[in-house]
C-alpha cells in the first residue's frame, strides 16, 4: 500500500540508531515511496556521538534498504522538509507519554508549515520499551545490547568507551 511518489522524512538524534529505529523506517518504506531519516544535531541535549558520527551510524545501519537516504541536518524541520519537497514527517509512538510529545511538535510543525502533515507509526511490539538512553546505559553497566541494535553500533558504543 505505497503512497507513490510521497516520500517522508524521519527525523530524531538517533543517540544511537536502535532496532526499533530500523523497524519503524521499514515499516515507512513499505508505505512511501522512499524514507529520509534525517540525522538532527542536537541543540537541547547532549549527545554521546557527533552528528557525523550518528549519520555514519545510520547510513552502515540502513545500508541495503531500499528508498532510504540518510542526512544530517541543524535548523528547522520545516525547512528541511520545504528544502527537499517533502510534505509527510513520520514520527514512532511507542508509549502515551510519546504521544503528547509528538503531538506538540506536530501541532507546533503544522503551524510553521501548513502543508507539512505528521504520520505516527507503531513499532513491533518487541521494541515498545526500547529508547537510546537504555541501549546507553546497559553497555555502560556490562549489559549485552546486540540483540536491541545493528552491529554498526556495538561497534562505535565500544570505539567510543574504549571497550569494556
Not at 516520500?7 to 544511537?16: E, K
Not at 504520520?119 to 546505559?137: C, D, R
Amino acid at each position: 500500500m505505497k503512497n507513490a511518489g510521497q516520500r517522508a522524512i524521519f527525523p530524531g538524534t538517533f543517540d544511537p540508531v536502535t532496532n526499533g529505529h530500523l523497524d519503524l523506517i521499514e515499516r515507512g518504506v513499505g508505505i512511501f515511496s522512499g524514507v529520509m531519516v534525517a540525522v538532527a544535531r542536537s541543540h537541547g541535549k547532549e549527545t554521546m556521538f557527533s552528528m557525523e558520527e550518528r549519520v555514519d551510524m545510520m547510513r552502515e545501519a540502513t545500508a541495503g534498504m531500499e528508498g532510504v537516504g540518510v542526512l544530517g541536518f541543524d535548523g528547522l524541520l520545516v525547512d528541511l522538509a520545504r528544502s527537499k519537497n517533502v510534505r509527510v514527517v513520520m514520527r514512532g509512538l511507542r508509549v502515551f507519554s510519546d504521544f503528547e510529545y509528538e503531538l506538540q511538535m506536530a501541532l507546533m510543525n503544522r503551524r510553521l508549515s501548513k502543508e507539512l502533515e505528521a504520520v505516527f507509526l507503531m513499532p513491533s511490539e518487541q521494541y515498545t520499551y526500547l529508547t537510546s538512553t537504555l541501549v546507553k546505559e546497559i553497555f555502560t553497566l556490562g549489559g549485552n545490547i546486540e540483540p536491541l541494535v545493528p552491529r554498526v553500533v556495538v561497534r562505535m558504543l565500544n570505539e567510543k568507551l574504549g571497550g569494556r
